[in-house]
């Protein structure tokens, strides 16, 4: 099991001011492991970033609301997440990761305590798709809940996941802009075809955080800004961002999550464009009832 660089302790000021009930919509709590142990078929070790740690960078970015996203260190050992959850007053909510053989009263007792979506992940070097029978079986088991699904998935394999997208009965999530690659241009396929998605397809949502995951510049990522902007001109009412914070898995430079708040508003210099995003969008899908 590999350590895993930690994150940036010091994030700066940023100099965009976040309106009234902004939502950071892809985070994660670690451990800490004294209380929350890190699952023993984990690929890596984190460094401790429990639920204090989360709130106070939240509240040094002025952001008020969040997403809290299951980690794979913790596997489908949900406490963690739910713990935070039930500490944030109702400014949090939750994304688990569940087994197939989960029960009904334990998807309930998730619903509960916040969680409000399933993820998977179907990046090929991550270790690719779900078995496809749990997979389904589990959308339509969340569908009674009002639930979503998030996926990890490299735009460059959505020819071949499209006839299961299009299928989804459920809103379904891309992190990270799809993983497309700065490097191979804003006129890449892969890129294309996430474009085309979120204009075909009105289930589908997009997350533009992991600018750094996409960069080929480094920090602070300005190159990852065509991106993002390509994607709310395409969905403006189906984009999510997010912190990634604490950054797992980092190959190159770790963000500063102050400058991300600022990177984030040169994705679009609309006021209104940038509330639907941070409060709005987040609202419909993890605040509606």
């Not at 996926?151 to 460059?156: F, G, K, R, T």
């Not at 400058?259 to 209104?272: G, H, I, K």
Request: hydrophobic share 40%; with cysteine; proline share 8%.
């Amino acid at each position: 099991m590999k350590t895993i660089k930690p994150y940036d302790e010091n994030p700066v000021k940023p100099a965009y001011e976040m309106p009234a009930d902004a939502c950071d919509a892809h985070c994660h709590v670690f451990g800490p492991a004294n209380h929350f142990p890190y699952s023993p078929v984990s690929t890596y070790t984190p460094k401790d970033a429990g639920f204090d740690t989360l709130r106070a960078l939240h509240d040094h970015l002025g952001i008020e609301r969040a997403v809290i996203v299951q980690a794979s260190c913790h596997g489908t050992d949900n406490r963690a997440m739910v713990d935070a959850i039930a500490r944030s007053n109702g400014r949090y909510r939750g994304v688990g990761m569940v087994d197939g053989d989960v029960t009904d009263a334990e998807l309930e007792a998730l619903h509960l305590g916040g969680v409000r979506g399933i993820r998977y992940n179907f990046v090929a070097h991550l270790g690719g798709a779900p078995d496809p029978d749990v997979f389904d079986r589990m959308v339509n088991r969340v569908k009674g809940l009002g639930w979503h699904v998030v996926l990890h998935l490299d735009a460059q394999d959505i020819p071949h996941y499209l006839p299961l997208l299009n299928s989804l009965p459920i809103p379904f999530i891309i992190d990270h802009m799809g993983r497309a690659k700065v490097a191979d241009g804003i006129k890449q396929q892969p890129f294309q075809e996430l474009l085309a998605l979120m204009h075909n397809n009105e289930r589908s949502w997009v997350k533009i955080s992991g600018a750094e995951r996409i960069s080929k510049a480094g920090r602070p990522f300005a190159d990852a800004i065509p991106f993002a902007s390509a994607l709310i001109e395409a969905a403006p009412d189906r984009v999510l961002w997010g912190t990634d914070f604490p950054h797992p898995n980092i190959s190159g430079d770790m963000p500063n999550d102050g400058e991300l708040v600022d990177l984030f508003a040169r994705f679009t210099d609309n006021d209104d464009l940038r509330t639907r995003i941070l409060v709005d969008n987040p609202e419909r899908l993890y605040w509606a009832d």
